[in-house]
């Protein structure tokens, strides 16, 4: 091997390393995007029973 | 970054010495005080943690060092490349500064077998900084020792004297330091956060089930 190429070896692992740490880094947000949208919907669903529950109470008050 | 390889690659001139090889110091040396720096924070924040009993600093020493090993990796890496080049082995066991740097490398490594052989919460953390306090000694140790023992195997290119290079050289390794510290610390950043998000994440989901 030539000098050069041991320079480019040595440039280029260090290009792949972050590179490869970038994409651990952007599949763990992904995780994290989705875990998000999961709370958020269970959220939703818990929200929506307390809803129903309220509207309920308002409409039989209403006819009272 | 780009100025830097710029810098490094094409701008800089060539050593007299080493030839083209030497331009591998442009990207080692800044890699490894950056791995010293970021053992040195992880360190600091332990130090913290242990001080004040905050819990971010867990997070934080631990990101440190993790980012530490990171860059620590990659200086060993690196720096048997240029050690292939220039002394014709990818390592030697004669150099102090290459086998100190090596077992604080290592000394870190076995920080996150420590980590992940504990239970989480307080105690685990503190266990985790008084560790990382440990191996704070390690650093001026491993930074000095090429001086401390006079060994003519890997070069000292910052004497008492100031750097022992050109100006355009000099130039090219302030503005690489200045890239790869910027990019160590992104990397922080992005990471710390993510660990930050992931533990409310997981707050929050207990609290809704």
Known sequence: ?64 | MGVALLLALIVAPEDADQGVSQRIFYIHVPIALTAYFCFGLGAWKALRLLWRGEERYDSESYVAIHQGTIFGSLTLITGSIWAKVSWGVWWTWSSNQLVLFLVLFLFYCAYFMLRFSLPEGPQRARSCAVYALFGVVLIPISFLAIRLAQDFIHPTVFTRNGPQMSGTMFLAFCVSWAAVTLLAYTLYRVELAGKRIDADLRELREALQ
Not at chain 1, 23 to 44: M, N, P
Request: charged residues 20%.
């Open chain 1, 1 to 64: 091997m030539s000098q050069g190429q041991y320079v480019a070896a040595a440039y280029g692992v260090v290009f792949v390393f972050v590179l490869a740490y970038v994409a651990i880094i952007a599949a763990k947000l992904a995780r994290l995007q989705r875990q998000t949208a999961e709370l958020l919907a269970l959220a939703a669903r818990r929200a929506q029973p307390e809803a129903t529950e309220a509207t309920r109470v308002r409409e039989a008050v209403g006819e009272a």
